[in-house]
């Protein structure tokens, strides 16, 4: 391990999108900032490896680029219903997603951020002395800033005090890449009794399959057995690699600051994984807690817990659609009554759906989604009896 002798402006915990997005806004405005995290690069993830347009622009903004045949575009979202074949899809009205696999863009973000001068301590774990002073591999840390960017179940949330939540609802999630050539260049979503199922293609010959459920217990390759279209689909299909599991959450803080300490990317909460929209936000709100940390420097004698208030507010509006969002496929999830016939409303109205993912994409406010369209669509769902 090798980090400055110097003391440090900022030090991130978690060398993920959020830890990695954070040390490059900060480089990028000339603070000294170095990232330590206990594994070692490119790291992989349970992830659906689909990046939204929004995500595209931010990581433009981090200077990062994706060449021609490390990718995949992806023109849009599908859902799927598994017993009503229900079908509705929407093409991005802005540009255009990338599906990139999850090694891919860390080492990205690990070339970016070494090229910016950013100190990246691999094989490092981060601890907490009884202090409250912040040890990295047993050596105490000096910096301004400490930023908790450890993931889904951070322990740098427990230590900055900041893990009391709004709300909280978990899933468990699993992911498999399998070997084959990609039927669509849509994100495909297909809604299935106990879980849901996203098909992301990544590249010329491969896919990225992630499950999410309720049931802890539902085995990967069961879900497939309920989308028959899907399970005969891949039945003669390589899987490469195994399959990986996590836990996935929507969850919400009631602050995500305080002090000297701030959280970002999935340690600041998360938003359910149907989005698409974890990696993006946790880039977005990277360049928000930058923004607040340059805005207080040169107040350091104030009163520290008012410091990054502007994060605090910054941070509650960039989660507002997500947000929304997350919940909305929850109780779809959840009520599969109801989700059949939102499908079959936005299929017959492809232009909701349309708005919809441009809310979800921030292409559209829920102002402009209009007071009109919510009304419509929520006296469909409600409307006693109604059927197509
Ligand atoms: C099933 C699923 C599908 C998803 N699909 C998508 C998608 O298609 N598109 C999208 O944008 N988002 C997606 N997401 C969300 C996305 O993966 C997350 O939002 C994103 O990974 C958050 O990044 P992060 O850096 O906050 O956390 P992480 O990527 O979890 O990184 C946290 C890092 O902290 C390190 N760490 C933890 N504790 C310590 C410690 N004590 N010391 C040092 N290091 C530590 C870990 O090693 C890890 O590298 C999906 C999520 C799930 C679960």
């Known amino acids: 391990m090798s980090f400055s002798a110097q003391p440090l402006d900022i030090f991130i915990i978690g060398g993920g999108p959020a830890g990695l997005g954070t040390a490059i806004v900060a480089a990028q405005h000339g603070l000294g900032v170095a990232v330590a995290d ?90 907490l002395g009884r202090d409250g002073q912040v040890f990295c591999e047993g050596r105490p840390v000096h910096c301004k800033w400490v930023i908790g960017a450890d993931g889904e179940s951070s322990p740098s949330r427990k230590w900055a005090a900041l893990e009391q939540t709004r709300y909280e609802q978990i899933r468990f999630a699993a992911r498999q890449h399998f070997c084959t050539t990609p039927w669509t260049d849509f994100v495909e979503v297909y809604w299935a009794r106990d879980c849901q199922i996203v098909v992301a293609p990544i590249a010329s ?21 309920q989308v028959p279209a899907l399970a005969s689909r891949l039945r003669n299909v390589c899987a490469l690699g195994k399959v990986r599991g996590t836990r996935a959450a929507l969850r919400r803080l009631r602050r995500v600051c305080h002090g000297r300490c701030a959280l970002v990317g999935d340690a600041s909460g998360s938003v359910d994984p149907l989005t698409g929209e974890g990696i993006g936000l946790a880039f977005r709100q990277a360049v928000a807690l930058v923004e607040a940390i340059k805005r207080s420097e040169g107040h350091l004698s104030r009163a520290q817990s008012n ?39 936005l299929a017959a109205e492809p232009s909701l759906f349309s708005r919809l993912l441009d809310v979800n994409v921030g292409e559209l406010t829920f102002s402009r989604f209009g007071l009109g369209n919510a009304l419509r669509l929520g006296c469909r769902l409600f409307r006693p009896g109604w059927e197509l």
């Open 38 to 127: 206990h594994s070692h690069p490119p790291i992989d993830k349970v992830c659906g490896e689909g990046l939204m347009p929004d995500t595209l622009s931010a990581m433009k903004k981090l200077g990062i680029t994706v060449g021609h045949g490390e990718a995949v575009p992806l023109r849009g979202i599908r859902f799927r219903d598994a017993d009503s074949l229900t079908c509705v899809e929407a093409e991005f009205s802005q540009g255009f997603g990338l599906g990139l696999r999850r090694t891919v863009l860390h080492a990205k973000l690990v070339e970016r951020a070494a090229g910016l001068g950013v100190a990246l301590l691999w094989g490092c774990r981060v601890s």
């Open 205 to 225: 010959e491969e896919l990225c399959i992630a499950v999410t459920s309720r049931r802890p217990g539902l085995r990967f390759r069961d879900a497939f057995d």
């Open 307 to 345: 410091q990054l208030h502007s994060y605090q507010a910054a941070h509650d509006r960039i989660g507002r659609a997500p947000r929304l969002m997350s919940r909305l496929m929850l109780t779809m999830d959840a009520h599969p009554q109801w989700r059949q016939r939102a499908l079959r409303i």
